[in-house]
């Protein structure tokens, strides 16, 4: 009779009960690498937000009636403000002749559309609609009673701050600033 040997190998346990924590472990990668690429997008999108619009919380003197903008990378002077208690972000636009509000913005403000009209743009002649603002807000500066246009031809939520608002103010661009005043 032979002795059992002290040295038995162990029961290899089942292939099901190995691959189970090796999915667990990949799912758990996969799902920190998800996390981590949310995080960078938002990090990123957030950069490129302030980029285009560095002036998202601008800034107002002393005097309580004057703002300064920051130029954008593109040159371009972008801020937020408020359409009749509205937040939009603005365009300031010198060649334009009035304020121009992309329809789909209208529509959520409750802008009305009136008389069509003809104009030409950089890209041709278009018809708009003129409207009327009760109120517009940039900083601390806030106009009433403004005439603008409505364009079903813009893409995006941008204001066009045309001439008809900018001639209300007293304008200084000094480097990469630009200082609006009443």
Do not use: C
């Not at 996390?35 to 285009?52: E, G, M, V």
């Not at 941008?158 to 990469?176: A, D, E, F, I, P």
Request: proline letters at 5%.
């Amino acid at each position: 009779m032979s002795e059992p040997s002290s040295k038995e190998t162990p029961p290899k346990p089942s292939t099901a009960a190995t691959q189970k924590p090796q999915k667990v472990g990949k799912w758990m990668w996969l799902f920190m690498w998800l996390i981590a690429a949310a995080l960078l997008y938002q990090y990123f999108d957030d950069k490129l937000a302030k980029q285009y619009n560095p002036n998202q919380n601008v800034s107002t003197a002393a005097d309580g009636q004057t703002i300064i903008l920051l130029q954008n990378r593109q040159g371009h002077y972008v801020a937020n403000g408020f359409i009749n208690g509205v937040e939009v972000t603005y365009l300031l636009d010198t060649g334009a002749t009035s304020t121009v509000v992309p329809e789909k913005l209208a529509q959520r403000i409750g802008l009305k559309p009136g008389y069509a009209s003809r104009v030409n743009t950089a890209n041709g002649t278009i018809n708009v609609y003129s409207t009327e603002i009760n109120s517009l807000s940039i900083g601390s500066i806030t106009l009433y009673d403004l005439r603008a246009q409505i364009n079903p031809y813009m893409t995006d939520d941008t204001v066009l701050l045309g001439m008809n608002v900018l001639r209300q103010l007293k304008l200084v661009q000094q480097g990469k600033q630009l200082t609006l005043s009443l």
